[in-house]
C-alpha cells in the first residue's frame, strides 16, 4: 500500500506542475485529468472508493471535457497565444520556487516545527457512507443540489442569445 | 501508513497548493488560472481525504470531498462559460479585458 501511495502522490505532484507550467491549453488539461486520476487511485487505495469514482468519472472525465469544449470553442494560433500570454517565460521561475519550498517544508518537519498525528484504527462498523451521506449530513446534499442548479442556471445565462422570459 | 507517508501527503499537497497559487500569479489566460484553481483544489481534496484517514472518520470525509467535487465543477462550469463569452467579445482569453467591461 505504502509504495501505490507514495507513486500515486509522485504523479499527482508532478502532472499538476506540468498542467500548469505547459503553455499549451490543451495539454495542460489532459495533464489535469491525469493528476485527477493519481488522486483517483490514491483514494481508492486508502479506502475512499465513493469519492474516488466521483473524482475520476467527475474531475477526470467532466472536467476534461468542459476544458476541451471551451478550448474548441476559442481557436486562437499556438504562436498567437504564446506571444500574447509569455506563459512560458513567466512560468519559467515556477521549479525554483516549489524546489525552495520543498526544502524549506522538509526542514521544518525535520525540525518538527509541524507534524501529523497518528492515525486513528477505523471506528467499528460506525462509518457506513451510505448512511452518513443520506442521513447525517442532509443539508450538504441540498447545498449541492443548489450548487448545480445555480451553475446551471449561471451557464445559461452566460450563453442566452435573447430573453429566456 | 506510517506517519512518514502522512507527512509526505502533507508536503505535497503544499507543493501543489503552491504551484496552483504561482499560476494565478503569473497568468492571464483565463482556462489557465481555472486550471491553476482546479490544482490548489486537488490538494485541498487530498487534505480532506487525509484527515478522515487519521480521525478514522473516512465515511464522513468521503461526503466532504463529494461536495467539494460538485463545487469544483460548478465553478469550472462558470469560469469556462465566462471565458467563452470574452473571447467572443475582445478575441482573446486575457483576464485584463475584463477592466473593459461596463455594466
Not at chain 1, 34 to 47: H, K, R, W
Not at chain 2, 57 to 79: H, K, S
Amino acid at each position: 500500500m505504502e509504495a501505490i501511495v507514495y507513486i500515486c502522490l509522485a504523479a499527482m505532484l508532478l502532472f499538476g506542475i506540468l498542467a500548469v507550467m505547459h503553455h499549451s491549453i490543451l495539454k495542460s488539461a489532459i495533464w489535469l485529468a491525469l493528476a485527477s486520476a493519481s488522486l483517483g487511485v490514491l483514494m481508492y487505495t486508502m479506502g475512499a472508493v465513493w469519492s474516488s469514482l466521483f473524482e475520476i468519472s467527475v474531475c477526470s472525465g467532466l472536467v476534461t471535457v468542459i476544458f476541451v469544449s471551451a478550448i474548441s470553442l476559442s481557436n486562437t494560433d499556438k504562436g498567437e497565444l504564446g506571444k500574447l500570454y509569455e506563459d512560458k517565460k513567466r512560468m519559467s521561475l515556477l521549479p525554483v520556487v516549489l524546489i525552495a519550498g520543498g526544502i524549506l517544508l522538509f526542514a521544518a518537519a525535520a525540525l518538527q516545527l509541524f507534524s501529523v498525528p497518528d492515525a486513528a484504527p477505523a471506528a467499528a462498523g460506525a462509518e457506513d457512507f451510505a448512511e452518513i451521506f443520506w442521513n447525517s449530513r442532509q443539508t450538504d446534499i441540498l447545498g449541492q443540489m443548489i450548487v448545480a442548479i445555480t451553475g446551471s442556471v449561471a451557464v445559461v445565462a452566460l450563453f442566452k442569445e435573447r430573453d429566456i422570459l | 501508513m506510517t506517519a512518514q507517508t502522512e507527512m509526505f501527503m502533507l508536503t505535497a499537497g503544499l507543493l501543489m497548493i503552491m504551484a496552483g497559487c504561482y499560476c494565478l500569479i503569473r497568468t492571464y489566460h483565463m482556462l489557465k488560472i481555472i486550471i491553476g484553481i482546479e490544482v490548489a483544489m486537488k490538494a485541498v481534496t487530498m487534505f480532506i481525504m487525509l484527515a478522515g484517514y487519521i480521525n478514522g472518520r473516512m465515511g464522513l470525509a468521503q461526503t466532504f470531498i463529494i461536495t467539494v467535487i460538485v463545487i469544483e465543477v460548478v465553478v469550472a462550469v462558470v469560469a469556462a462559460g465566462l471565458a467563452v463569452n470574452l473571447y467572443r467579445k475582445y478575441g482573446s482569453m486575457d483576464v485584463r479585458n475584463l477592466r473593459k467591461l461596463r455594466g
